[in-house]
């Protein structure tokens, strides 16, 4: 049974960078997509990236092209989320997500996915 684990959140200033980890155990990284969500103050959560089991390829949401930077190590079975010049509207809670389907296509959809983490809080404050 895959397993999923969210690191690396914490408070940020703004125009600060952060690095979020998800660690996966009980199975194989190549076998899944991972995708990473978040879920602000009061809102639904939404699909920001994801990479695929196949070849690698990297998806973002419009509104995270540019600073947000997905990758994976296939040897320590961990995918991250790199945010570069963060802002207040960053602020949330991140999950990541992991579906069989080979492609992306469908990340910004939470029923993509059929496993979650638990989450990490992000803030970006002053």
């Known amino acids: 049974q895959l397993q999923l684990v969210e690191s690396g959140g914490g408070l940020v200033q703004p125009g600060g960078s952060l690095r979020l980890s998800c660690l996966a155990s009980?199975?194989?990284?190549?076998?899944?997509?991972i995708g990473w969500f978040r879920q602000a103050p009061g809102k639904e959560r939404e699909g920001v990236s994801c990479i695929s089991t196949i070849d690698g390829h990297a998806y973002y949401r419009d509104s995270a092209k540019g600073r947000f930077t997905i990758s994976r190590d296939i040897a320590k079975k961990t995918v991250y989320l790199q945010i570069d010049s963060v802002k207040p509207e960053d602020t949330g809670v991140y999950y990541c997500a992991a579906t069989d389907v080979y492609h992306c296509t469908g990340f910004v959809f939470r029923s993509f996915f059929d496993h979650w983490g638990q989450g990490t809080p992000v803030t970006v404050s002053e």
């Open positions: 009980g199975s194989t990284l190549e076998h899944y997509s």
